[in-house]
Nanobody, 121 residues
Framework: QVQLVESGGGLVQPGGSLTLSCVAS????????MGWYRQAPGKEPELVAS???????NYADSAKGRFTISGDNAKKTVSLQMKALNYEDAAVYYC???????????????WGQGTQVTVSS
């Protein structure tokens, strides 16, 4: 079984910064991508940023220029450095991995429990 443990959420003032971290554990052979999604109250979940095994990155338009995703394939970790946060960034952020488990032939999606990011003055 795969588990994702997130950390780093919290309260930040507008214009402030936060870094979210996630570590995946389990018999993960490799992954297609690791990344971060978020869901604000009353809104659909949306991709914030992702990084694939070859270290290609993908960002939502709202994250470009402000957020930076990084990861460590060997440690199965992914971090999201967020700067210039605004009220629209407030949401629950979920870590995601599309993982290939040892002995399996397909990639499966796994999710963390979520970490709250609150933006308030």
């Amino acid at each position: 079984q795969v588990q994702l443990v997130e950390s780093g959420g919290g309260l930040v003032q507008p214009g402030g910064s936060l870094t979210l971290s996630c570590v995946a554990s389990g018999d993960i052979f490799r992954f297609n991508e690791m990344g971060w999604y978020r869901q604000a109250p009353g809104k659909e979940p949306e991709l914030v940023a992702s990084i694939d095994w070859d270290r290609n990155t993908n960002y939502a338009d709202s994250a470009k220029g402000r957020f930076t995703i990084s990861g460590d394939n060997a440690k199965k970790t992914v971090s999201l450095q967020m700067k210039a946060l605004n009220y629209e960034d407030a949401a629950v952020y979920y870590c995601h991995i599309d993982a290939l488990i040892l002995g399996k032939v397909y990639y499966y999606p796994y999710w963390g429990q979520g970490t709250q990011v609150t933006v308030s003055s």
